[in-house]
């Protein structure tokens, strides 16, 4: 039996994720070399930076694997993994950014591609509590003066959907009739010389190393310059920006959020609670009574229509005060072999089982 010490209506999701599985009670110092548990899958051999192979387990509850084995190719270069699955030593592939235009060039290669809805979030998180970015009137010109339409197709390849919000327009509890900041550079101007910033405003912007981090990061830069806003890029090894950011050391950084369970709780209360600011994954030190207000009772709520109007509400007024620059909804994007069968593209993208997924002719 579970006891919590509170009402907490996404629980039972909390509960199918990964990091819930069931593993022995007792573990030897090489679990994580050697894993032992209760799923579809037998754990036979891990060869560092080249693969992970398991076996079907046919005593699996729900079923064994339609496949009898499964491997995890681990292929650093995408161009690599690109000619591997083109001379069909790979199944399924994960098209990397920079192919995606290719892949969608011919109709012969555009059948091979599946997507699920896209629940990752790219955004830049403003330190509400750092100089200017205190002021929401400043944090909404950032938003007004970036042309997120021209990032998402020219340096995201168009996969994706602009974010009016943080909760993906896929969840319930998402109001999918906001629209997102339009690009209007002339009103961005307007609300930083109505704060009082109209040429003075220095920050630095933060994002990491792998693209399409500083490709997104330098296009924001350009547009913060158009506005008189000068932004000073500063990359960093994902670790550092991390810490960084949870330290409050960062004014604006670049960062993206994937979903681990399917509720808008998920992007709502991590991103922005303020029981959450810093170490806890609010990196905006974002802080309305309102807002924590709402989702908490949202968290609470068992009732799932009422819940959703709360998130709805949450949302808007995050999207009104501006914690972060809202930028896109990113899609993943698999290539499938045609003879590989049963393969659904993931909603969470740790959640695939792989039962029914078999070689087929």
């Keep these: 039996m579970i006891r919590l010490g509170q009402p907490l209506a996404v629980f039972p999701k909390l509960l199918a994720m990964p990091v819930a599985a069931i593993v022995p009670e007792s573990v030897g110092t090489d679990f994580s070399e050697h894993p032992i548990g209760t799923g579809p899958w037998r754990f036979v051999e891990w060869k560092h930076d080249d693969y992970v192979r398991l076996a079907r387990n046919p005593t699996y509850f729900d079923g064994a694997p339609k496949a009898d084995s499964l491997e995890a190719r681990i292929i650093p270069e995408p161009s690599t993994a690109v000619a591997e699955f083109e001379s069909g030593n790979v199944d399924l592939l994960y098209v990397p950014e920079g192919e995606t235009q290719q892949w969608q060039q011919t109709d012969e290669r555009q059948a091979l591609l599946k997507s699920p809805p896209p629940l990752r979030l790219i955004y830049a998180a403003f330190n509400t509590t750092r100089g200017p970015l205190t002021s929401a009137s400043v944090r909404q010109a950032i938003n007004y003066a970036v042309d997120r339409k021209k990032i998402l197709d020219q340096l995201l390849a168009g996969r994706g959907r602009l974010a009016a919000g943080v909760v993906p327009p896929s969840l319930p509890g998402a109001d999918t009739s906001r629209a997102p900041y339009p690009f209007d550079p002339a009103r961005a101007r307007q609300l930083l010389a109505s704060a009082g910033h109209a040429h003075d405003i220095s920050l630095e912007l933060w ?52 979903a681990d369970y399917i509720d808008a709780e998920n992007f709502l209360y991590p991103l922005l609670a303020s029981a959450n600011v810093g170490q806890g994954g609010n990196v905006s030190f974002y802080s309305n009574p309102a807002f924590d207000k709402l989702i908490t009772s949202a968290r609470a709520e068992p009732s799932d229509v009422i819940r959703n109007k ?20 990113y899609n993943e994007l698999y290539a499938v072999q045609p003879w590989l069968k049963g393969f659904q593209p993931p909603v969470i993208f740790n959640a695939q089982r792989w039962t029914d997924v078999e070689i087929g002719h």
């Design 207 to 258: 994002c990491g190393q792998e693209p399409p981090f500083p490709q997104v990061a330098q296009a924001i830069q350009a547009y913060l310059t158009a506005v008189g806003i000068k932004a000073t890029i500063v990359q960093r090894d994902n670790n550092s920006l991390r810490d960084a950011a949870r330290n409050g050391k960062t004014d604006i950084v670049l960062k993206d959020w994937y």
């Design 310 to 329: 709360q998130y709805r509400q949450a949302d808007s007024i995050a999207f009104v005060d501006a914690p972060m620059l809202f930028l896109v909804f």
